[in-house]
Nanobody, 118 residues
Framework: QVQLVESGGGLVQDGGSLRLSCAAS????????MGWYRQALGKQRELVAR???????NYADAVKGRFTISRDNAKNTVYLQMNSLKPEDTAVYYC????????????WGQGTQVTVSS
C-alpha cells in the first residue's frame, strides 16, 4: 500500500529550479511534521527541510535561502521549491511524514532523483 507519492524530480542545469511534491494518502491521520531528506551517492541521508502542522520550518544550512518548504494540510501534501540548484544538490530526495494518531508513526516516500548538471 503506497502511502506517500512523490513527484517532481528530474535533470536540471546548474542554477535551475525544480519543485518536488509529496502527497500522503488519506489513510495517514493527524500528520504533524512533513519534511524532505536527501541522500547523495556514497553519503548518509540528511535532512533538507521540514515543516510542522503550524507552519514552522527549519532548513539545512546548505539550502537556506535557496529552498522553500510548504504544505497544504487540506491535501496532506508537502512541497519543496528548489531554486539556484547546484551540482552538490544532486541526490535522491525522500519525503518523510510523522503522524501522531492512532499512534506515533513515521512514513517514507520511495524517493525521487534530482540531478543537477554543471
Amino acid at each position: 500500500q503506497v502511502q506517500l507519492v512523490e513527484s517532481g524530480g528530474g535533470l536540471v542545469q546548474d542554477g535551475g529550479s525544480l519543485r518536488l511534491s509529496c502527497a500522503a494518502s488519506d489513510t495517514i491521520f493527524s500528520i504533524s511534521i512533513m519534511g524532505w531528506y536527501r541522500q547523495a551517492l556514497g553519503k548518509q541521508r540528511e535532512l533538507v527541510a521540514r515543516i510542522t502542522a503550524g507552519g514552522s520550518t527549519n532548513y539545512a544550512d546548505a539550502v537556506k535561502g535557496r529552498f522553500t518548504i510548504s504544505r497544504d494540510n487540506a491535501k496532506n501534501t508537502v512541497y519543496l521549491q528548489m531554486n539556484s540548484l547546484k551540482p552538490e544538490d544532486t541526490a535522491v530526495y525522500y519525503c518523510h511524514v510523522v503522524a501522531t494518531r492512532p499512534r506515533l508513526a513515521d512514513y517514507w516516500g520511495q524517493g525521487t532523483q534530482v540531478t543537477v548538471s554543471s
